[in-house]
């Protein structure tokens, strides 16, 4: 594992971060603040190592998938019903994607899928958001800030992707080893 040693700024280093628009905020504050020495800091870089990152991710993504279950539920049912129900159909929906690779060929199954499921999970999630981003509901207005969010993520993946040599020069002044 690669970690930085006594820098307490490296916890801004683009590489410590998953998503694209996260990367470049990072990158952005990593330089804005400067060399921040501290001995006896180590801190593993690592692209999950961003507890708000992730749980920013994780209920956005939650919130959206509870608004899209409410749409479909409130087809079927009473309005107060489809209210209870859709966070859990939002739940039973996200765990759906894990299992898949369990079920799968051997192949599969013999490896970490955590790649995959992200994969199949923001696709589905996506396809949803597309679904009710034309209709004609209130559901539309959170479909579509979850694909306008998506479409800022492919853009910052972008100008992030063409960063890459400075995001490379950040970690070695940091001293990542």
Not at 141 to 161: C, D, K, M, S, T
Request: net charge positive; proline share 6%.
């Amino acid at each position: 594992m690669r970690v930085a040693r006594g820098r307490a700024d490296a916890r801004w280093l683009p590489s410590r971060h998953r998503f694209a628009a996260s990367r470049l905020i990072a990158y952005l504050v990593f330089r804005s603040i400067g060399p921040k020495e501290r001995p006896g800091i180590v801190l593993a870089v690592h692209r999950d190592q961003s507890a708000l990152e992730n749980h920013a991710v994780g209920a956005w993504l939650m919130g959206s998938l509870t608004c899209f279950s409410f749409g479909i539920l409130e087809r079927f049912m009473t309005w107060p019903a489809a209210a209870i129900l859709s966070p859990f159909a939002a739940l039973v929906f996200v765990q759906v994607f894990p299992v898949l690779p369990v079920v799968g060929p051997p192949r599969v199954r013999q490896r970490s899928n955590a790649d995959l499921v992200s994969f199949l999970t923001m696709f589905a999630t996506t396809m949803l958001a597309i679904y009710f981003a034309g209709t004609g509901g209130w559901v539309r207005y959170p479909a579509w800030v979850f694909l306008a969010v998506l479409g800022v993520n492919g853009a910052a993946w972008v100008v992030a992707r063409l960063m890459r040599g400075r995001f490379e020069a950040a970690e070695r002044e940091a001293g990542v080893a």
